[in-house]
């Protein structure tokens, strides 16, 4: 740029279902692929700086809002418990992960 100045594109993606009109934010997305992945809320919360009641008051939150369950847990045991996404968590994810594709594969650069 003749002024000295650069620029970059930078773009925040959210999803919103038809239905109830719910709206998933970046951040509510950002928990779930961390929960997906770490297989652990607290662990999520954590590597997001996010506290833990508020990381499970966002989940109990759009679980609500949308009707159906997003995350599964069992506690201890042998396993030492475990948590993952459920059906619509996973399609939830895929969706976004779709949406963020199509929208950095069409970005000038």
Do not use: D, W
């Amino acid at each position: 740029c003749e002024y000295g100045l650069s620029f970059h594109v930078e773009t925040e993606l959210y999803i919103k279902e038809r239905n109830t009109g719910t709206v998933i934010t970046p951040q509510i997305l950002a928990l779930l692929e961390a929960i997906h992945s770490m297989r652990s809320i607290k662990g999520a919360c954590s590597s997001l700086g996010i506290p833990y009641q508020s990381c499970i008051e966002k989940i109990r939150s759009l679980e609500k809002s949308l009707g159906k369950r997003l995350v599964r847990t069992s506690r201890g045991g042998k396993a030492r418990g475990s948590c993952h996404l459920t059906e619509l968590g996973l399609q939830i994810l895929e969706t976004y992960r779709e949406a963020l594709t199509v929208v950095y594969q069409n970005l000038p650069l």
